[in-house]
């Protein structure tokens, strides 16, 4: 038997300067039509209140069907680790609807096409999803590397879109899936500045107006155990809530953006990596990354919104805290980052700290502090003033659960007409991230009014995101 090889991945018209380029300004300026002109929604939209972004999650537009089809039919952009879970979870969810249950429906999902700036990354992603899931794979020719390889997906007959890029890229590619009448799944962040929130809300209301689902990555939010914990908390188990505490470590953020590129140390001795290397290494560079602390700090961000309904109010700089950081951890190559204090409207305070550094281990969790005890939100644990455990969830999860079944409860939805849009839950997320890395560099308190109204771009120079 002939030995079956594998079609060669589509390159789109700028895929040979990302192969290999000799001079890698290249990559960009003559790239940059691709990141400018493709959807013009952005920059009117504006949220005058940080608690409205909280309203409107999940609403229900009109029924979805599948292009007449039982068949939903997705498209994948950006194909690293989490784009090739997010495929492999979405592909699953036919599966588990299968089976039946709160989440039955019907039909199949498959995977018909794929972009991204790499062919390795591309290639790798193709041949572990097809690997697992070779029934679920129709991807044919319909793989495009490049730059704009992004525009081929958008082209293709796909339902569904699954955003798993830098989030640099986000505001561009959400707006133009939109745009095209695709339902989106997008990773957070969903932007990096405020400029891309804002075109991102812009877009999403275009969403709601044709009745499209979106759904943004916040898989804390479909955990079983955490969603018993937090009710517990909303129903008052540990009393009124009086002050929380967020920590994380692992990538860092650099009190230096302002000034540079990078948002921690590059991984060789380079000054200024080329443009090819710093989208393969993105957690590193401020216009890529947005210098956000990490993203599972993110989900802290959220999971305070969660138990609140509120984002908060402003934010300021443990000014005693930075004195005690510097020189914290220069021995073993980390650095505590100041810790950032928010303020919410009813008196509430989070304290935010996050830990710098390649040896550090990559450890997050949150504790709330209420009149009748406390509550580890990470471990699904709630203690008495006394510190002895009342309750502890019995949920058992595997790593990974949260982001199955919110693919699970999508599809779901889609299929039995309830399409939800939980955008404004990533923006707010997103956005206080961003307060956060602002009142980090500044040193300085920043109001919510404040940062609806900044205009810091964290563009990169050589492209007009």
Request: proline content about 4%; some cysteine.
């Amino acid at each position: 038997m002939p030995k079956k090889t594998t079609p060669p991945a589509r390159r789109g018209p700028l895929s040979a300067h990302v192969a290999r380029a000799s001079n890698r300004r290249e990559f960009f300026t003559r790239s940059t039509m691709a990141f400018g002109s493709t959807v013009a929604l952005g920059g009117s939209a504006a949220v005058t209140a940080g608690e409205s972004l909280l309203a409107g999650a999940s609403t229900s537009p009109p029924s979805f069907h599948v292009g007449g089809s039982d068949t939903l039919r997705i498209g994948l952009i950006g194909c690293g680790s989490r784009g090739r879970g997010a495929a492999i979870e979405a592909i699953q969810a036919s599966t588990v609807c299968q089976r039946g249950g709160e989440n039955a429906s019907r039909g199949q999902v498959k995977l018909v096409a794929m972009a991204d700036v790499f062919a390795n990354h591309l290639q790798t992603a193709y041949r572990t999803i097809n690997g697992r899931h070779r029934t679920n794979v129709d991807v044919g020719n319909r793989r495009f590397v490049g730059i704009d390889g992004w525009k081929g997906v958008l082209a293709a007959d796909v339902d569904l879109v699954i955003l798993a890029t830098p989030p640099a890229f986000r505001p561009l590619h959400f707006a133009a899936a939109i745009e095209a009448g695709k339902h989106v799944f997008m990773e957070s962040p969903v932007a990096t500045d405020m400029p891309g929130v804002r075109r991102i809300i812009a877009a999403g209301n275009v969403a709601r107006q044709k009745g499209l689902a979106v759904a943004v990555g916040l898989q804390r939010r479909y955990e079983a155990r955490t969603r018993d914990c937090v009710a517990r908390i909303q129903d008052g188990a540990i009393g009124k809530l009086l002050s929380g505490y967020a920590t994380s470590s692992g990538f860092a953020i650099s009190e230096t953006l302002a000034s540079g590129t990078t948002t921690r140390q590059s991984r060789d001795s380079r000054a200024q990596p080329d443009l090819e290397d710093q989208i393969r290494n993105w957690h590193e560079f401020a216009w890529a990354s947005g210098g956000l602390t990490d993203e599972r700090h993110l989900h802290s961000l959220d999971a305070f919104h969660w138990v609140l309904g509120q984002t908060p109010i402003s934010a300021t700089r443990d000014q005693r805290d930075a004195s005690r950081c510097a020189g914290v951890g220069a021995s073993t190559g980390t650095e505590r980052v100041p810790a950032v204090e928010f303020q919410y409207s009813d008196g509430f305070r989070v304290v935010c700290e996050h830990r710098n550094g390649r040896s550090t281990d990559r450890q997050h969790g949150e504790l709330l502090i209420g009149e009748k005890g406390t509550c580890d939100l990470t471990r699904a644990m709630i203690r008495n003033p006394d510190g002895k455990v009342v309750w502890q969830s019995d949920a058992k999860e595997i790593p990974g659960k949260g982001w199955q079944q919110q693919f699970n409860e999508l599809i779901a939805g889609m299929r039995n007409g309830q399409t939800a849009n939980d955008l404004n839950l990533g923006v707010a997320c997103t956005s206080t991230a961003i307060l956060e890395r602002m009142v980090t560099q500044s040193g300085r308190s920043m109001g919510w009014d404040q940062l609806m109204a900044c205009d810091q771009s964290f563009a990169h120079p050589q492209c007009t995101l």
